[in-house]
């Protein structure tokens, strides 16, 4: 039997293994770093999802105002004069409806851009309802301007925003 003819392939088998490999290798990692990102993902779309509950259990509270938190939302007019500079153990806030409204917005607005979230308050399309929109990243909704989040009731393509209808 000749065996010389045999020589070197068993290096090159060793060789296909370990390029089958390393593209496996490859492949993990590249799905790896798509798990990160649609984690980052979700924490967004939670801590937005959060700050837009937290605003309609403050409206639900003062459900009269409702007109006052969109305004104090909207036009970032807030209002911390029912705060008391000194409580005491029977101290009572002075505030009305409008105040704790404009306080409450100033509250929210300031939660959102710690996070680096902008929101604001519109009407809900084809409703009579009021929507909370929340946004973040490249997504830009400033001054009431919901059109690179929504339009027409659908959420615009790679929009990083949040909508929750809200009354």
């Known amino acids: 039997m000749y065996k010389k003819n045999q020589t070197g392939v068993g290096m090159f088998e060793v060789l296909v293994a370990l390029f089958v490999l390393a593209i496996g290798v490859l492949g993990f990692s590249a ?15 939670t801590l937005a999802m959060n700050v837009a509950r937290d605003l309609a259990e403050r409206i639900r509270i003062n459900r009269l105002s409702l007109e006052d938190y969109v305004n104090a939302i909207n036009t970032r007019s807030f209002d911390t004069t029912c705060l008391i500079a000194t409580p005491t153990s029977n101290s009572r806030p002075a505030c009305n409806g409008a105040t704790l409204a404009r306080y409450d917005a100033g509250e929210i607005v300031q939660i959102a851009q710690n996070q680096g979230q902008q929101i604001v308050m519109a009407d809900c399309h084809e409703s009579t309802r009021t929507c909370i929109y929340v946004a973040w990243g490249h997504t830009n909704i400033a001054n009431d301007n919901i059109a690179s989040c929504m339009v027409a009731g659908s959420y615009v393509a790679n929009a990083k925003c949040i909508v929750l209808e809200a009354f």
């Open 31 to 45: 799905l790896q770093l798509r798990a990160v990102d649609a984690t980052i993902e979700a924490n967004d779309k």
